[in-house]
């Protein structure tokens, strides 16, 4: 086969340091753009971006010859940079060590879109941590309850 074809769809939830509140509306509206244009330089595609003020949920394509790993140590390296440039006042914004991943297949993608739009609401009856862990639990991922939110 002469080229290489791929749809490599994953879900990212990552959260700001000790879950703090730093990303208001207007945080936001700056950021996930921000945010997209560092996917887009990293040769991947951002689909929906979406979160409330403690976490952020992205959508993306991602290519076959890069690590997810190495996306996120870019992400979270230049979008705090960016957060610190623009908003002086959050000099102690910071994103927390990990992040969770989630492979989507294609069939899933508008319940994804839908579950990455409803956060505000969503988390009116949810908070972080309990959804955080049940989607781990959702997606059969092991892991040990005491140290998901070190």
Do not use: C, N
């Amino acid at each position: 086969m002469p080229g290489t074809y791929s749809q490599i769809l994953l879900h990212l939830v990552f959260s700001t340091k000790r879950r703090e509140p730093w990303i208001t509306q207007d945080v936001a509206e700056r950021l996930y753009p921000y945010m997209g244009g560092i996917v887009r330089a990293e040769k991947g595609v951002l689909y929906d971006i979406g979160g409330i003020e403690d976490h952020i949920h992205l959508y993306l394509r991602w290519r076959p010859d890069a690590t997810v790993s190495d996306l996120m140590r870019t992400v979270k390296a230049r979008s705090s940079k960016w957060v610190h440039d623009a908003f002086p006042s959050l000099g102690a914004f910071a994103w927390q060590e990990g992040y969770s991943v989630f492979t989507v297949s294609k069939s899933q993608e508008g319940a994804v879109k839908a579950y990455i739009a409803g956060q505000r609401e969503h988390h009116e009856r949810e908070d972080f941590r309990s959804e955080l862990i049940r989607l781990l639990r959702l997606h059969g991922i092991e892991f040990d309850e005491r140290y998901v939110f070190e």
